[in-house]
């Protein structure tokens, strides 16, 4: 292990051991947000941000531009993925926390797709030669 890794046995992508540790347990993670900040304060404020970001990366369809084109079924069941691993009240406000968190998270992620895969190449021909793996060429 060299000054470049500074204690991490790999640097592969994030594996969320703090989150695993915290659930070991199988019980849901608290998390509080006030109504009036509408954003996570708690100890496990950052394991629900990652949380909320990964499962943008694998349930949000990439078809839509913007989150408000996203059809309100699937962004109800990305609240519904998001209680079953933290506490979090039925209450509208918290529920637009978190939606208002999903749609920053969903945002970032088409920033990083387009800068990484379609800023990369110069034409339309050579980005659809270079698609990622599990994409469709035809949208």
């Not at 309100?72 to 209450?91: G, M, P, R, V």
């Not at 969903?106 to 270079?130: F, G, S, V």
Request: hydrophobic share 30%; glycine share 6%.
């Amino acid at each position: 292990m060299g000054p470049a890794n500074l204690g991490r046995e790999d640097g592969g992508k994030t594996r969320g051991i703090t989150f695993v540790k915290k659930r070991r347990a199988g019980k849901k993670l608290e998390v509080y947000i006030p109504p009036k900040l509408m954003r996570a304060v708690s100890n496990n404020a950052q394991q629900l941000i990652t949380e909320l970001g990964i499962i943008v990366k694998q349930m949000a369809p990439l078809q839509f531009p913007k989150w408000k084109a996203i059809p309100i079924d699937d962004k109800k069941k990305k609240w519904y993925a998001s209680k079953q691993k933290f506490t979090l009240k039925e209450d509208p406000c918290i529920e637009e926390a978190i939606y208002q968190q999903l749609n920053r998270q969903y945002r970032d992620h088409l920033h990083r797709l387009h800068k990484n895969y379609y800023c990369k190449y110069a034409t339309n021909e050579i980005r659809l030669q270079n698609c990622l793996p599990d994409a469709s060429p035809n949208g």
